[in-house]
């Protein structure tokens, strides 16, 4: 299993920015399209952004476009999420995902994704 490791999340108030990291090795991170995903409480796990291997493209879902944006320095095997305006709303654990898939069909959805990390609280006060 290749490690997917996140960090950089916390409690920031209503309307603040973070940056998440995503450290990842091996063929999990090369060449290969990687995403961000999160968990509410009582919620289940769901799509927030992704980025193609080159990182030429991109996805985001609609509820961060233009809020969130990925990012990837493959020098460094690490994808990021900058995270501005956040809002209560955006209060969930965040989690890193890679896949060894080389089309980009389904790369919204969780079964495009085979390698996890274990998440980053990120908390956003009214």
């Known amino acids: 299993q290749e490690p997917l490791v996140e960090s950089g999340g916390g409690l920031v108030e209503a309307g603040g920015s973070l940056r998440l990291s995503c450290a990842a090795s091996?063929?999990?991170?090369?060449?290969?399209?990687m995403a961000w995903f999160r968990r509410a409480p009582g919620k289940e796990r769901e799509f927030v952004a992704a980025?193609?291997?080159?990182?030429?493209?991109?996805s985001y879902a609609d509820s961060v476009k233009g809020r969130f944006a990925i990012s990837r320095d493959n020098a460094k095997n690490t994808v990021y999420l900058q995270m501005n305006s956040l809002k209560p709303e955006d209060t969930a654990v965040y989690y890193c995902?890679?896949?060894?898939?080389?089309?980009?069909?389904?790369?919204?959805?969780?079964?495009?994704?085979?390698?996890w990390g274990q998440g980053t609280q990120v908390t956003v006060s009214s």
């Open positions: 995902a890679g896949t060894s898939r080389v089309y980009l069909d389904g790369w919204e959805r969780e079964y495009f994704y085979s390698d």
């Open positions: 091996g063929r999990t991170f090369s060449n290969t399209a």
């Open positions: 980025i193609r291997g080159s990182g030429r493209s991109t």
